[in-house]
């Protein structure tokens, strides 16, 4: 069992440019989570989906942020026009269901250029 | 607004040796705390979790505390070794909330050395 799985490690971008975030679940898993961790901050919640749903989506900026659950495929954040203050840690964290144990990836670090 | 606090926010302490992590909270209503630890550059790992009725978890040589009238946790780490060295998260879970709507505290940076 490979864990969850989150794809770039590293991703620079530049400021007006894509940024998509990949994260695959723990293998049986069908809920993920996305967490968001500030330079010297504790981890913020984004937003939770399940297969093709957006369950909760309270901590996502409004604007430039979306995130997707595919039936097939990883999950996905995308954040357009990246600013230098999306510069961030984003943890991928999956889930057999509601309210079972959390296991996290190993995170993608956006640097905004 | 709910917060978790930790103290100190890094520590340096020589291999073998023991130490005390400590973290206060503000989440109100409770369900449960977590320590997790961090790799540089991993995801958190939990390390134990415990609900309201919990005084004491143990992991191993990771012994969590939990004190739920004052609002204060303490992770013991006994006879710290290299790979000890991480950074140490409590995270609280407010009652009726989702198991994943987590507030985490900024951790405590240890570091091991021999």
């Known amino acids: 069992n490979a864990g969850v799985m989150q794809n770039p490690r590293h991703l620079v971008r530049r400021r007006g440019q894509e940024a998509r975030l990949r994260c695959s679940p723990m293998?049986?898993?069908?809920?993920v989570y996305w967490y968001r961790q500030l330079p010297e901050e504790g981890l913020k919640f984004m937003v939770y989906?399940?297969?093709?749903?957006?369950?909760?989506e309270s901590g996502m900026p409004k604007e430039r942020f979306s995130a997707e659950f595919p039936k097939e495929g990883p999950s996905i954040l995308r954040i357009q026009q990246v600013v230098r203050g999306d510069s961030a840690a984003y943890f991928c964290a999956s889930s057999l269901a509601t309210n079972e144990k959390l296991f996290f990836g190993s995170g993608t670090q956006l640097s905004v250029l | 607004k709910n917060q978790v606090e930790q103290s100190p926010q890094s520590l340096i302490i020589l291999e073998g040796k023991n130490c005390t992590l400590q973290?206060?909270?503000?989440?109100?209503?409770?369900?449960?705390l977590r320590w997790y630890k961090q790799d540089t550059g991993r995801g958190p790992v939990s390390l134990t979790i415990m609900t309201f009725s919990e005084n004491t978890k143990s992991n191993g040589r990771y012994t969590a505390t939990l004190d739920a009238d004052t609002k204060q946790s303490s992770l013991h780490i006994t006879a710290s070794q290299l790979s000890d060295s991480a950074s140490y998260i409590c995270v609280v879970s407010a009652r009726g909330a989702g198991s994943y709507q987590l507030t985490f505290g900024k951790g405590t940076k240890l570091s091991v050395i021999p």
């Open positions: 293998k049986g898993h069908s809920h």
């Open positions: 989906l399940q297969k093709e749903n957006i369950i909760d």
């Open positions: 973290c206060n909270y503000t989440v109100s209503p409770f369900s449960n």
